[in-house]
């Protein structure tokens, strides 16, 4: 294909997680409108192809899910640069460099104090980035709160047309402009359809802090273990998110790794990481409680099963699953059972490639809208200020507090003090906060949940 004269979009992601650089990256892949990027010869990224050629420069908040060397290599996404930065470094690249459109990839508190950050930060500029924000997988909890905290971005991504309609609904509900709404899709789904494989390989995949308590997470391994022993024929395989020390999106402080040490384990039982969608290659029953990657697996039409054992609960997730026909126990599984989808639910979720049941391929064109919308917002130019539903006026007893998290005033501005805000940091500071934040790790997941027992005694 000829090299186009068009310019090359410059697009930024700003993630606190692996699972949300991993959205953040290839959501902003997808969303980039082809129009206005550079057009050469096709090339591929890793993990999963990108829509257009983009300059892509990420950012990663300093906290205390910041993502290790090894998480970022198993995500696989490839940015033209990617730095750890804090709230007011951000900030203040962002008045010193130009980019077209910029990613929040983060918490829903986060999301709203670089809104604001960036409204102060943007004062008196002709121009401004598009500013896009959504969800990194399934949204079953907090949805009002979230979703004010994400408002006032041009874009709010919505991953279904359920997701859709309930943010809508909520925006309409307070009285807030609902025209940020944009249905898409979550942009880490793909992979060939399903083929039984030999052998037959189950996978169960663990998440960090669903179920929360040793009682149920050392349930839930030993009926996987129960599992393998019981059909030694099957390959077992339990997927781990991350590795004892390391954080993802939640906090895990009970991780399955040091739970697995007490069990005689079986040959056909195995602990894996990686890639979801390289392991989903090998699967052929996707096992979880409320995992993302059942909406993964569910598009591959792979056999998915939500588990039920420890109740259908808000607590856990697994209440998003009612009507999809997937929810079932272990002695069902252990009886071979194998659940199939209510193909109306699968469709309202944005899943199932390869041709749902209403007809084509919609995953393909899940991401037209965003593309449109945000091709037409940059050709009109001179975007007006951000504005956020929350203000010192809407919360005055709310907002504050979460600005203050990211070191910013109730209108933004930088508090005095506040880490990095003259000046990019040094070695020693650098050193200082990667051993801050490894005391950090130590104490969520060794000294915290002794502090509980002791006081459960």
Not at 317 to 328: D, K, Q
Request: some cysteine; proline content about 7%.
């Amino acid at each position: 294909m000829p090299a186009s004269t068009a310019r090359r979009l410059r697009v930024a992601v700003l993630a606190d997680s692996d699972t949300r650089w991993k959205w953040g990256a290839l959501t902003a892949a997808r969303i980039s409108p082809t129009e206005f990027a550079e057009t050469t010869e096709s090339t591929e990224t890793s993990d999963k192809t990108a829509d257009s050629d983009i300059r892509l420069d990420g950012f990663l908040l300093r906290g205390r899910a910041t993502p290790t060397a090894r998480q970022l290599r198993e995500v696989g996404v490839r940015a033209d640069s990617l730095r750890e930065v804090t709230a007011v470094e951000f900030l203040r690249e962002m008045t010193q460099e130009t980019y077209d459109v910029l990613v929040l990839a983060l918490v829903g508190g986060g999301v709203q104090a670089m809104l604001h950050g960036l409204a102060h930060a943007w004062q008196g500029r002709p121009e401004r980035p598009v500013v896009v924000t959504g969800y990194v997988g399934v949204v079953y909890e907090k949805l009002a709160d979230g979703l004010l905290l994400r408002h006032g971005a041009d874009l709010v991504l919505a991953n279904s047309r359920q997701d859709a309609e309930r943010f809508r609904a909520v925006l309409e509900g307070v009285g807030a402009d609902a025209s940020s709404v944009t249905e898409v899709a979550l942009p880490f789904l793909g992979g060939a359809p399903y083929e039984k494989k030999d052998p037959y390989t189950v996978v169960f995949a663990a998440q960090p802090s669903v179920p929360e308590t040793r009682k149920d997470r050392a349930y839930l391994l030993d009926r996987l273990v129960r599992h393998a022993r019981r059909h030694p024929e099957r390959e077992v395989l339990l997927k781990l998110r991350s590795k004892p020390g390391e954080h993802t999106t939640h906090i895990e402080e009970l991780p399955y790794q040091k739970l697995a040490r007490r069990h005689d384990l079986p040959a056909n039982f195995r602990l894996v990481y990686g890639n979801m969608g390289e392991v989903l290659d090998h699967t052929d029953l996707l096992v979880t409680v409320s995992s993302t990657a059942a909406l993964e697996s569910l598009h591959r039409r792979i056999p998915t099963v939500v588990l039920t054992d420890l109740g259908v609960r808000e607590a856990l997730g697994n209440h998003h699953f009612v009507g999809s026909g997937c929810l079932a126990s272990w002695d069902q599984l252990d009886a071979g059972h194998e659940p199939t989808p209510d193909a109306e639910w699968v469709a309202r979720q944005g899943v199932a490639a390869g041709g749902s049941p209403s007809g084509g391929d919609s995953y393909a064109t899940a991401f037209d809208e965003a593309r449109k919308r945000i091709g037409e917002l940059l050709t009109t130019g001179g975007l007006p200020p951000l504005k956020p539903y929350y203000t010192p006026v809407t919360a005055p007893g709310y907002l504050p507090g979460v600005l203050a998290r990211h070191h910013l005033a109730p209108d933004g501005s930088p508090l005095p003090g506040a880490p990095a805000s003259d000046q990019a940091p040094g070695p020693v500071r650098r050193i200082v906060r990667r051993a801050a934040r490894g005391a950090y790790r130590h104490g969520v997941q060794r000294v915290a949940p002794v502090i509980r027992r002791m006081g459960e005694l």
